[in-house]
């Protein structure tokens, strides 16, 4: 499981475990399952690129990381890929014949599709959940 991280960029806080566990049973209160979806989604993501990156040692393997946040006025909650490795971007692996990056194909069209399904299961049921606590 991943820590939390709250706020954008480079304002984000990672908390300690204490906050991290408070934040969550807020979260859960309120939105119960969405975090730990939101983590079961970004982390089948990120270890299924690694996993296919074309370079098997160095530093665009092993700067893979993973991470859910929360935005400071609470209104997002999303999972993020990053690695700070400039090149990471413009890896063209030879198994996708050079037609694009590795980055695109393996990262960024992966968690779209995880961003559209879970927006499909989630959406019913933050409405159901938040009209159960308006009633």
Do not use: H
């Not at 890929?81 to 037609?99: A, D």
């Not at 559209?116 to 933050?126: C, H, N, R, S």
Request: overall charge positive; proline content about 5%.
């Amino acid at each position: 499981m991943a820590r939390l991280r709250y706020g954008a960029g480079i304002a984000t806080i990672e908390m300690d475990d204490t906050m991290d566990q408070l934040i969550r049973r807020a979260i859960e209160n309120v939105q119960p399952g969405v975090v730990a979806k939101i983590e079961a989604a970004t982390k089948a993501v990120a270890e299924d690129c690694e996993r296919r990156w074309p370079v098997k040692t160095g530093k665009s393997k092993a700067g893979f990381d993973w991470y859910v946040a929360v935005t400071q006025d609470g209104t997002r909650i999303r999972g993020v890929i990053q690695n700070p490795v400039p090149y990471t971007f413009y890896v063209r692996p030879s198994q996708l014949f050079g037609g694009t990056t590795g980055w695109a194909e393996w990262v960024q069209r992966p968690m779209k599709a995880a961003a559209a399904k879970l927006v499909d299961e989630l959406g019913p049921q933050i409405v159901r959940d938040l009209s159960s606590r308006l009633t």
